[in-house]
């Protein structure tokens, strides 16, 4: 069972340059759905369903190296 696919759909749907926003309501959602992807992560990590180094591959396919 592959416990890592709602993440890898979160990825897939988000705007990592959110908070460039001027629209509020762009902010807003950009940084609802980061709240929820981080979330996801700890729960995926603290649950044992996915280690820290599994993320990082994850989030690496999706948004390139992260600074």
Known sequence: MNHTYNLE???AGFD???DRSDDHNVWSKGHRQWQAICHEEQ???HGGLASVDEIKVIKSKHFGELK
Do not use: A, D, F, G
């Open 9 to 11: 759909n979160m990825y």
């Open 43 to 45: 729960r995926l990590i």
């Open 16 to 18: 990592l340059h959110y």
